[in-house]
């Protein structure tokens, strides 16, 4: 398949932009498995994962819309797609959890957004991640740093999914902690093992050996 159709999945940039083996192992590996956070993420997304139409205070809200950017070989759905009464469109995407910022959700949110720019012809410059835990809206600006973002990760992802390598743990504790893959990934034993390597390396010599 042509590189540059390759598709990617628009939920494989917020994966790749939180950790490059967290996406391999999703999108490449097929491998999945579930903790406390992924079990409240499908929660909060039950009420948006089933397609349909309603009005809202004078906003049509669509939910569970399908997704696509041709150009960028992008593929995926929108949790939430709002149609203002002007006929402007902002997506939404739902997280479980307080109102804070995460980079790798403004990716997701920001990807969504272009797709439904080249889609419709209209211009979105903001986009919505909506806080479940605390039911806040927090507004993303879809400025030109961040589209930049997107379009550098999409072809980083489409990279790493036609090399068939898998990349290393990051070097964040705190990521690790959070990750459903954990116990696949087992990057304390990964980092242990090359701990072991660099000991070895210093502490036996093939000069000892001569």
């Not at 012809?121 to 879809?142: C, L, M, N, T």
């Not at 954990?182 to 072991?196: I, K, N, T, W």
Request: neutral net charge.
């Amino acid at each position: 398949m042509n590189e540059e159709l390759y598709p990617v999945m628009i939920s494989a940039l917020q994966h790749y932009s939180y950790c490059p083996r967290q996406c391999a192992l999703i999108h490449q590996e097929q491998t999945f498995s579930e903790n406390v956070y992924t079990l409240r993420g499908q929660r909060v997304h039950k009420r948006v994962d089933e397609p349909g139409t309603r009005i809202e205070d004078g906003i049509q809200v669509e939910r569970a819309l399908p997704l696509q950017h041709k150009a960028l070989g992008l593929i995926g759905k929108a949790d939430v797609v709002e149609i203002l009464p002007d006929g402007s469109l902002c997506p939404v995407e739902y997280k479980h959890g307080p109102k804070r910022k995460k980079q790798h959700d403004d990716i997701q949110v920001a990807a969504q957004a272009i797709c439904l720019e080249e889609m419709t012809g209209k211009a979105i410059p903001v986009g919505v991640i909506y806080h479940h835990s605390s039911r806040r809206r927090r507004e993303v600006a879809i400025d030109e740093t961040l589209r930049k973002r997107v379009e550098e990760t999409v072809i980083a992802v489409r990279k790493l999914l036609l090399s068939d390598k898998l990349p290393p743990p990051v070097e964040d504790s705190k990521l690790c902690k959070a990750c459903s893959l954990h116990d696949v990934c087992q990057p304390e034993l990964l980092a242990s093992q090359g701990r072991l390597a660099r000991l070895s390396k210093n502490l036996f010599h093939p000069e000892a050996d001569a």
